[in-house]
């Protein structure tokens, strides 16, 4: 691969121009990622690509090593693992409930102690989503809870 960069004090807006003889998974996973700092998540459902706006995704979940993106309008899969949607996303409001799921705080309808230290939290949709007790504190403090 062979990457170019040309500085232009006269140039107003930063673009980004892929030449390629074929779109492959990991270009595809490339330009995910850059979408994702334009605030647009590449997502897929049914055959179909879909560019969704971050600020819809309730939570995401990674489910037999596939990652799935949940909004009020359904859910769609991403070719990103979440680990590589977790530092990107905590500065829109994501957090990692557990090993296999990041919520976006601003759906979190409602919070409940459950046993073993966890917290079961209820989204603005009203799914019910486990935080294990390794993130139950971190939340808390992020969340300005206390008790």
Known sequence: MKIEIKVD????????HISCNQLTPELEKLIAM???????FVVSAEGEIFLL??????????????????????AY????????LEGQLE?????RASRSCLIQLRFVRSLKRDI??????????????MVSRQYA???KRKLGVTG
């Open 34 to 40: 850059m979408r994702i700092m334009e605030r647009k």
């Open 137 to 139: 504190e971190a939340l």
């Open 53 to 74: 706006d971050v600020s819809e995704i309730l939570y995401i979940e990674a489910v037999d090593r596939k990652t799935f993106v949940y909004t009020d309008k359904g």
């Open 91 to 95: 500065e829109c409001g994501f957090f």
């Open 77 to 84: 899969e991403s070719r990103l693992r979440l680990y590589e």
């Open 9 to 16: 004090n006269s140039i107003e807006e930063t673009s980004i």
């Open 116 to 129: 073993n230290r966890r917290i079961r939290v209820t989204m603005e949709n009203g799914e019910v989503i």
